[in-house]
């Protein structure tokens, strides 16, 4: 049996990366994303508007829903 990663686990290395150096300029909103993404392991138990608000935290827009499931490692 394979161990399950959380959200935050599979989130892309370059993203995590921003989010986290910028915990100091938006520690409510960075804080409840990480918390977030450390407790649930499916895209779509999370609500679109905190996809959105991640989603900040990647290069360049996104534009469709697709883009949201590709914050992350499969």
Do not use: C, H, Q
């Not at 938006?26 to 993404?37: N, S, V």
């Not at 697709?66 to 490692?73: K, P, R, T």
Request: charged share 30%; no cysteine.
């Amino acid at each position: 049996m394979s161990d399950i990663k959380t959200l935050f686990e599979r989130l892309k290395p370059e993203i995590k990366e921003k989010l986290i150096s910028e915990e100091t300029k938006f520690p409510t909103l960075i804080g409840d994303l990480i918390k977030l993404l450390k407790e649930n392991v499916a895209v779509t138990a999370i609500t679109l508007g905190d996809l959105s608000n991640l989603s900040n935290f990647k290069e360049g827009y996104t534009t469709k829903i697709s883009e949201f499931y590709d914050m992350f490692d499969e």
